[in-house]
């Protein structure tokens, strides 16, 4: 992977990490400084990492126009998760506890889902619902396509 643009020198990859060795879920969208995955985690179809290409454990690690960059992208992500999915809420989160290389969560979040209203993270308050995790996992191919054609850079004149 090439050095992210404000990262420090050095750090473009670490040994074992796993979001230096593997993309980290579906790959929606690969950018020069981070790339868009979309999780995979059970119950919770919508849920959408932004991760930094190059291995950065601290969101003060970046210099401002990369700390810009990569909100942009979550920016974009947020924006098309709530023009497609219309969800109750969305949950972003820079945690790093467990995994530290910076990645922002970008969750779609329904009254209906069996964690609302507390994190993902937290124990279930009822079972999930079936019929609505199947209805929205059948419009996360569009949410992928769209997220990846905003994330595009514009053509040259």
């Not at 990859?13 to 879920?25: K, M, S, V, Y």
């Not at 401002?64 to 974009?76: H, K, S």
């Not at 970008?106 to 019929?131: E, G, K, N, T």
Request: include cysteine.
């Amino acid at each position: 992977m090439s050095q992210l643009a404000g990262a420090p020198a050095g750090e473009a990859q670490a040994t074992g990490c796993p979001l230096c060795q593997a993309d980290g879920g579906l790959l929606v969208a690969r950018l020069p400084n981070c790339r868009v995955i979309r999780a995979l985690e059970p119950g919770f179809p919508a849920f959408y990492r932004v991760v930094l290409q190059a291995h950065v454990a601290e969101w003060t690690d970046l210099d401002e126009p990369a700390q810009w960059a990569v909100m942009r992208t979550v920016n974009t992500v947020e924006r098309c998760l709530r023009e497609l999915l219309s969800p109750t809420k969305i949950n972003l989160a820079a945690l790093g506890n467990v995994v530290p290389h910076l990645h922002w969560h970008v969750i779609a979040r329904f009254d209906w889902d069996s964690h609302f209203p507390a994190p993902v993270w937290s124990q279930a308050l009822r079972d999930a619902a079936p019929h609505h995790l199947a209805t929205l996992d059948a419009r996360l191919a569009e949410v992928d396509s769209l997220i990846a054609r905003r994330l595009q850079p514009d053509p040259a004149p």
